[in-house]
């Protein structure tokens, strides 16, 4: 079956732009993640979509992040405007069964530059 | 809170060593551990897993085992290859409830010399 997809792969922009970013899951997944993974440390999550519904978005910086999954299947991550300490990588990540049974799935994940 | 403390790398090894990576973990109840590995270029991959305490994750030659004594899930493989060159992450989920947020480590990176 084919992976989670990720566009685009590499992003530079200058501090505050905006920018989006673009999440497409395995086929039949009803739970996606956007984690944010700085350079040196491990992902930290951002949001938990289940369907098309919010599950957790308490780390997501709300000032200047928004995310939506309007068909409870593609995923879109924006960040207007962006700082500096924005620059990272962001994977997206989804899963189709919940509990201990749960296995998270990561797509290539997007790197984001800000100048 | 839930966290994940791993060995602090880089870690440089001759082909054919004996691998070990050190992952502990602090949490309520009983979570589920996971390694993942990144190789260059590429997304985070599920490495191995286990849910429940003295459980035995293995793949590809790894292995880790659930220490809840000692809340640890130390990574191990017997014979390294310059493939296995990679970051490896640990990682935690607290299971229970609607929210399934992997915790993970910072990572230690691998370097396997021919």
């Known amino acids: 079956e084919a992976g989670v997809a990720q566009s685009p792969r590499y992003k530079i922009i200058e501090k505050r732009q905006s920018v989006a970013f673009w999440c497409n899951p395995i086929s039949g997944h009803a739970t996606l993640y956007w984690y944010q993974q700085i350079l040196g440390q491990g992902p930290k999550l951002l949001i938990q979509f289940q369907n098309n519904g919010v599950v957790d978005d308490s780390q997501l910086p709300k000032d200047r992040f928004s995310a939506e999954r309007l068909k409870g299947v593609d995923s879109t991550l924006k960040i207007q405007p962006a700082k500096l300490e924005d620059s990272a990588v962001y994977l997206c990540?989804?899963?189709?069964?919940?509990?201990?049974?749960?296995?998270?799935?990561f797509g290539p994940g997007t790197r984001l530059l800000v100048l | 809170g839930n966290s994940v403390t791993q060995m602090e790398g880089p870690v440089t090894l001759s082909e054919e060593a004996f691998l070990t990576i050190n992952c502990t973990y602090t949490a309520t109840g009983y979570p589920s551990l996971f390694w993942y590995v990144q190789y260059p270029g590429e997304g985070l991959q599920l490495l191995l897993k286990?849910?429940?305490?003295?459980d035995k994750g293995s793949n590809k030659g790894f292995e880790a085992t659930y220490r809840k004594e000692t809340t640890s899930f130390h990574l191990e493989k017997g014979s390294v290859q310059v493939s296995d060159s990679a970051v490896y992450f640990c990682?935690?989920?607290?299971?229970?409830?609607?929210?399934?947020?992997?915790?993970f480590g910072k990572g230690t990176k691998l370097s396997v010399k021919p």
């Open positions: 286990a849910t429940k305490a003295d």
């Open positions: 990540a989804s899963s189709r069964l919940r509990g201990r049974l749960e296995t998270q799935y």
């Open positions: 990682a935690l989920k607290q299971d229970g409830g609607s929210q399934g947020n992997l915790i």
